[in-house]
C-alpha cells in the first residue's frame, strides 16, 4: 500500500518517491472507510499519515451498533464514555470482553463486522443435582472461558435453565449450548469415562425472548472427545434500546434410562451471520 515512484527533473536528480501516504490525510480516511476495523488498524501502522487518517470518526461510527451509547455506558465502566472518547476508542473497548452478573455472563463485540457475542457460564444456571457430588463435578479446565466446566457422572432427570437480559443491538442472532461427551483431558493426561445414555433419546432444548419469539430443537449427543455446539435456533431483534430478557433451557426427562459423561460449559449467543458451529 505504501508503494511509490521514482521521477527525475530536467538536471536529471532523482525526485522522492511518491505513494499513498502522500494523498491528504481525508483521502486516506475515505479510502479506510471502505474497509473492515481488522484492514484499518494494519494499515494504521504502515506510517503516521495511515494513522491519523485511521482516526477519524466518521470512519468508526457506521461500524458502531446503533446503540454504542448505551452499551459504551454499560460496558466501559463510567458515565460519559461514548461522548468524551473518539469512536475508534469505542470500538476497540467495547471489543474488549466484559463479565457481568458475578461474572457468570460474559459480553464483546466482535471485531470483523461489530455485531454483539454473549457466553452465560452453567454457574449461572440451575441444574438438577448440581451441588451433589453423585451427579456432577466441577472442574477446573482451560478449554472454557470460566475455566471451570460442569462434568455430569450420572442421573435420572437433566434439566438445566437459565435466562439473561441484554440490550442487544437490532440484527438476528443464533443461540447454542456449548457440550462435550466425555470428561475433558485433565492437564496432559486422558480419564477415560463412561458415556451411556444420550444415543436412546435425544436432548431437547428451547429458548424464548420477552418479545414473544421462541425456538425449539432435539438433538441425539453422538460425537465424543469433541466440544460441539448444539444449535437451538434463531431469533431477531428489532428494538436496539429495549432490554431484551431470554429464558433457555436443555432436558433430557426420560426416566426409563440413566445418562452420564456430559461436560457442560456454556450457552453462547452470536450473530446468526457468523459461520461458529
Given amino acids: 500500500m505504501g508503494s511509490g515512484f521514482s521521477t527525475s527533473n530536467t538536471e536529471g536528480s532523482p525526485k522522492r518517491a511518491v505513494g499513498l501516504g502522500d494523498l491528504p490525510e481525508n483521502c486516506l480516511a475515505m479510502i479506510l472507510g471502505y474497509l473492515t476495523p481488522p484492514d484499518i488498524c494494519n494499515l494504521a501502522r504502515i506510517n503516521r ?14 461500524k458502531l451498533p446503533e446503540n454504542y451509547g448505551n452499551l459504551a455506558k454499560k460496558l466501559m465502566f463510567y458515565e460519559g464514555s461514548s461522548k468524551c472518547l473518539a469512536k475508534k476508542d469505542i470500538y476497540a473497548g467495547l471489543c474488549s470482553p466484559v463479565r457481568f452478573s458475578s461474572a457468570t455472563k460474559e459480553v464483546w463485540m466482535e471485531k470483523e463486522g461489530g455485531g454483539i457475542c454473549m457466553l452465560a457460564s452453567w454457574k449461572g444456571m440451575k441444574i438438577t443435582g448440581i451441588d451433589d457430588r453423585r451427579y456432577w463435578t466441577h472442574l477446573p479446565s482451560l478449554q472454557s472461558r470460566f475455566n471451570t466446566i460442569a462434568y455430569l457422572h450420572q442421573i435420572w432427570w437433566l434439566e ?50 420477552s418479545n414473544g419469539e421462541h425456538a425449539t430443537s432435539q438433538h441425539f449427543l453422538n460425537e465424543s472427545e469433541k466440544w460441539q455446539r448444539c444449535h437451538v435456533g434463531d431469533f431477531v431483534i428489532e428494538n436496539s434500546y429495549r432490554p431484551t430478557k431470554i429464558n433457555f433451557s436443555m432436558t433430557q426427562i426420560d426416566c426409563t434410562h440413566q445418562k452420564g459423561g456430559l461436560a457442560l460449559d456454556s450457552v453462547f449467543i452470536c450473530p446468526k451471520r457468523l459461520d461458529l458451529v
Wanted: no cysteine; hydrophobic share 40%.
Fill in 49 to 62: 499519515a495511515f494513522y491519523r487518517a485511521s482516526s477519524a470518526d466518521f470512519i468508526w461510527e457506521p
Fill in 160 to 209: 438445566v435453565e437459565g435466562d439473561l437480559e441484554f440490550e442487544f443491538p437490532a440484527g438476528s442472532y443464533s443461540l447454542f449450548f456449548r457440550l462435550q461427551l466425555g470428561r475433558p483431558p485433565k492437564g496432559q493426561y486422558k480419564t477415560a469415562k463412561p458415556v451411556h445414555g444420550w444415543n436412546i433419546k435425544p436432548v431437547r432444548f428451547q429458548f424464548s425472548l
